[in-house]
C-alpha cells in the first residue's frame, strides 16, 4: 500500500512537471512567428512563459506545505477574493477588452484573468462546507449560491468556457458528496433550457454551433479557427513535420501558442507526440484520483478530486476544440497554452493535490 502511495504521488508529480516542461517547449515554437511579428522578437513567450512556470511551481510548493491549504478560513477569503475580482474586471478603466471578452485585469505589461483563479477557489469553499452524506440529505440552497454567483459573473463577461468548465467541476463535488442522481438529470434538462437560452442572447454562439456541425459553410469567417486547426492536425501524420516546422503558427491560427496549442504539438510531433500529451494527462488523471480515494479525510477527498477535475475538464474541452469534436470556445490547455493566469491557477490545483497526499491528517 506504501509502495502504491509513493508511485501514484511520483507518478502525479512527474506528470504535471513534464506537461509544463511541454508547455514551455512549445510556447517557444508556436510563438515564435507571431513575437516576430508582434515584438520584432522570437523570445517574449518562452522569456514570459518560464517566469510564469518558476512562479506557478513555487506557489504550488507553498500550498503543497502550508497548513493554511488545509484550512477553511483560506478558502474562503481565496473564494471572495475572486468575487471582488470578478466584479473588478467589469468596471471601465479596470477591466481589458481581449477577443471581445472583458475578462482581465491589466497590470503595467501583465494581466490577470480572474476567471481563472474562481475555479480553483470555488472548489476550495464548496469542499469545505460540505458534510458526509451518510443517508441523509446534502440538499442546500447554499452550495448554489456559492456557485450561481461567480458562474452568472463569468457568463457576464462573457466568457462561457470557463464558466462550463467551473459549474462542472462543482457538480462533481456535489456528486461525490452524495447529491443524487435525479438532481443532475433535472439539472441536465435545466441546463439544456440554459444553453437554449444563452444562444438566444449572443447570436455568435450560434454561429459557432453552425460552423462546428459545418464547418466550410463560413470558412473566412465562424469556422475559420476549426478548418486552420485540422490543417494543423491532418498532416501531421504519424510523426509530424519536425519541431519548429509548423506551417500553421505562420498567422493562419491565430495566437497558436494559447488555445490551439495543442494543434501545433500534433503538426509538428504527429501522432506519436499528441498520444504522448494526451497519455501524460491519463497519468495525471489516473494518479491525482488515486490519490483522493487514499486521503483519510472527506474534505479533503472532495478538494482532491474536485481540483483533478477542473484539470482534465479542461483538458478534455480544449482537445475536443482543437480536434473538431466540439464547438469553438476560448479555453487553454492546462499546463501547456501560454499564459500566467491559466499556468498558475493550474499549478495552485496541483499543489492543492499534493498538500492532501502529504498531509492526510487535517483539520
Sequence with gaps: MHS?????????????????LVGLIFVHSAGSYWGQVH?????????????????SILIAFMMMKSPLTSHPTFWTVFYYITIVL????????IGAIRNGSQSWIALGPFSIQP???????????LSCVMKQAKGKKVFKLSHFVLILLPAALIMLQPDL???????????????LAGYPLTFFSLIGFAGIGAFVALIAAAPYRLDRIKSYIDPWSDPLGAGFQGI???????????????YGNSRQKYL???EPQNDFIFSIIAEETGFIGATVVLLLFSALLVSAFG?????????????????????????????????????????????????????????MATGTILHFAFHKKTT
Excluded: C
Excluded at 228 to 242: K, N, T, V, Y
Excluded at 329 to 346: A, D, N
Design 86 to 93: 470578478l466584479i473588478a474586471v467589469m468596471i471601465p478603466g
Design 4 to 20: 502504491l502511495e509513493q508511485k501514484l504521488k511520483g507518478a502525479f508529480i512527474i506528470s504535471a512537471v513534464a506537461l509544463s
Design 228 to 242: 486552420q486547426s485540422l490543417f494543423a492536425i491532418a498532416p501531421g501524420g504519424l510523426f509530424g513535420h519536425g
Design 161 to 175: 468556457g470557463s464558466a462550463v468548465i467551473m459549474i462542472v467541476s462543482a457538480f462533481v463535488v456535489l456528486f
Design 39 to 55: 515584438y520584432a522578437d522570437s523570445s517574449p513567450f518562452i522569456v514570459k512563459q518560464g517566469v510564469y512556470m518558476a512562479i
Design 252 to 254: 493562419y491560427l491565430p
Design 291 to 347: 490519490i483522493a480515494i487514499r486521503t483519510k479525510e472527506f474534505r479533503s477527498f472532495l478538494m482532491t478530486a474536485g481540483m483533478a477535475s477542473i484539470i482534465i475538464f479542461q483538458t478534455f474541452l480544449n482537445v475536443g476544440v482543437v480536434s473538431g469534436l466540439l464547438p469553438v470556445t476560448g479555453v487553454t490547455l492546462p499546463f501547456i497554452s501560454y499564459g500566467g493566469s491559466s499556468l498558475l491557477t493550474t499549478w
Design 115 to 125: 476567471a481563472e483563479f474562481v475555479k480553483v477557489a470555488l472548489i476550495g469553499k
